[in-house]
């Protein structure tokens, strides 16, 4: 009987080798091409991390203004509905500098495990957050110190988001520190809200800008 071709055929041992790191390089020239070519898909990251969003852009974060970063995650987590297990993944890929060197000790602790979001905050919290937290006092602080009012109310409302504060006392702030002049317009009005306040406020803004100065 004639041996069949595959005897005496001895097949090389499997090797298990560990997947390729993910190509950074690849992944943001593709990204860009994409964009100049004016594709509207959703992007691929590397290892299979998708985002629904292609017109958003996520904030890196290099170690300050780790209050606003966290805010623009949030914000981009929810209107692309990303994932409670991705979140950090995702996040990650945009920390540079001291925050990336960071990421990575901290991950090297958790051999790869990755933690969930909110855990994951307090963690960054304690290296680059604030020595001393008082969101009233911040609030407090904020003054409209010559600036337009959609300047003032814009700081004024990020600061506010911070606290829990019935109408009465948000608006009660808001006019102690604007301008005396368009406060005083706002009190005539008897506004309940920090937002007519600004509205009020805005009018007489406009008001002063267009009337003619007396020459001397």
């Known amino acids: 009987m004639s041996a069949s071709p595959s005897e005496g055929i001895t097949a090389?041992?499997?090797?298990?080798?560990?997947?390729?790191?993910?190509?950074?390089?690849?992944?943001?020239?593709?990204?860009?091409?994409?964009?100049?070519?004016?594709?509207?898909?959703?992007?691929?990251?590397?290892?299979?991390?998708?985002?629904?969003l292609t017109r958003i852009e996520f904030l890196?974060?290099?170690?300050?203004d780790l209050r606003g970063w966290i805010q623009r995650c949030e914000q981009y987590f929810?209107?692309?509905?990303?994932?409670?297990?991705?979140?950090v993944k995702l996040a990650s890929l945009y920390m540079t500098g001291k925050a990336s060197k960071r990421y990575f000790s901290y991950m090297d602790n958790r051999f790869g495990n990755f933690p969930s979001w909110p855990k994951y905050v307090l963690a960054v919290a304690s290296r680059f957050g604030d020595v001393y937290d008082d969101?009233?006092?911040?609030?407090?602080?904020?003054?409209?110190?010559?600036?337009?009012t959609m300047v003032y109310l814009e700081k004024f409302e990020n600061a506010l988001a911070r606290v829990s504060l019935l109408d009465a006392h948000s608006l009660s702030i808001f006019l102690s520190n604007m301008d005396p002049h368009l406060a005083m317009q706002a009190h005539k009005f008897e506004v309940k809200t920090v937002s007519a306040a600004a509205r009020i406020a805005k009018v007489h803004e406009n008001e002063l800008l267009h009337t003619?100065?007396?020459?001397?």
């Open 60 to 64: 890196g974060f290099e170690g300050s």
């Open 12 to 52: 090389s041992p499997t090797q298990s080798h560990p997947p390729d790191p993910p190509d950074l390089r690849r992944f943001v020239h593709e990204s860009s091409r994409r964009s100049s070519l004016g594709v509207d898909r959703s992007p691929t990251v590397p290892n299979g991390l998708s985002t629904r």
């Open 135 to 148: 969101p009233l006092a911040e609030l407090v602080s904020v003054k409209q110190a010559g600036e337009s």
């Open 212 to 216: 003619p100065k007396l020459k001397d």
């Open 78 to 87: 929810d209107l692309d509905g990303t994932s409670a297990e991705r979140k």
